[in-house]
């Protein structure tokens, strides 16, 4: 293959232009087209993985699903608090209920073990990350409204057999995509990279 044409300032502006939108700033009733998605996914399906394991695995929810994700979640949160003696906090349930509603596709992200693979499981939970980084940074470039959440049922145990999880697989959360409201961009934030590295030179 010939070395690819990259376009090394379009690859830093999408990097750090790319940014997470929440619910309250998701334009409602207007949803994005499978293809956009379809291509979020693709892109997702080059990330870097040890052993070419391939660790993520996608559910897409979009239409009648959302409605069936919103309410598996919200049950499961009200059972939860029956169960375990939680506080039931009216307003929790109705989010679990409405926020899934007001996207247009919600992706629930999994890490499916190799059996034997002999990878650790921190290389499968960064292989599947990256994978999330590559359905962000596409999102993005399409002006869309996306983020990552780990509420609702990524650290409940009785979800694990629904989302078919064995052993160390793992849910690791949501991806929320939507049109934006508004035409703003959200500024980004970091403190300065400088803060975070060490360099050892002789
Ligand atoms: C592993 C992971 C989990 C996250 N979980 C949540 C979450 O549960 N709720 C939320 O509002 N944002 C969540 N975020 C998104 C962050 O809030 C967001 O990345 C952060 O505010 C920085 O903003 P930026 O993505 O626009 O740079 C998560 C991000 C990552 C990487």
Redesign the pocket.
Known sequence: MEKPDFNIEEVTKIIRGR??M?VAQFKENDPVDDSVIEEMLENANWAPTHKLTQPWRFIVYTGEGLKKFANYQAEMYKSRAAKNGTPFIEATYQKFKENPLKASHVIAILMKRTENSGIPVMEEIAAVSMAVQNMYLTASAYGLAA?????GPTFWPEAREDFGLEGEDMLM?FFYVAKPASDRW?T?KREPIADKVGWIRE
């Open positions: 940014r997470s929440f983020y990552w959440g780990t509420g959360g959200p980004g």
